[in-house]
């Protein structure tokens, strides 16, 4: 069996009332970590899931949320439109070449 990589988890404090307007209002930093878990999901054969991000509150973790292998495309898809309305064209073009990749 292959070693598994981790990337550096990105710990989040954020209160667990507000996890909601997070993700709203921190959409270019959920895209980029996206694209980052995504880029390793594909270039490594073994790697099923990775922690796409972390949330804690008072020092404990009360949340994590994994991409999966299987939905890289679909995530490269909703990244790439975002990079791409946000006029942000080398990212985009990162986007479709991890979606070009995936399996």
């Given at each position: 069996m292959g070693n598994k990589i981790h990337m550096t988890v990105i710990k989040n404090k954020v209160n667990p009332e507000n996890l909601e307007d997070w993700f709203t209002t921190n959409r270019a930093k959920v895209y980029e970590r996206s694209v980052e878990t995504a880029s390793l999901l594909v270039s490594n054969l073994h790697l099923e899931q990775e922690i796409l991000f972390e949330f804690y509150w008072n020092d404990d973790v009360y949340a994590k949320i994994y991409?999966?292998?299987?939905?890289?495309?679909?995530?490269?898809?909703?990244?790439?439109?975002?990079?791409v309305e946000q006029e942000m064209?080398?990212?985009?073009?990162?986007?479709k070449d991890i979606k070009d990749l995936a399996v």
């Amino acid at each position: 069996m292959g070693n598994k990589i981790h990337m550096t988890v990105i710990k989040n404090k954020v209160n667990p009332e507000n996890l909601e307007d997070w993700f709203t209002t921190n959409r270019a930093k959920v895209y980029e970590r996206s694209v980052e878990t995504a880029s390793l999901l594909v270039s490594n054969l073994h790697l099923e899931q990775e922690i796409l991000f972390e949330f804690y509150w008072n020092d404990d973790v009360y949340a994590k949320i994994y991409m999966n292998k299987k939905d890289v495309k679909t995530a490269m898809e909703k990244a790439l439109n975002f990079f791409v309305e946000q006029e942000m064209y080398e990212k985009a073009q990162a986007c479709k070449d991890i979606k070009d990749l995936a399996v």
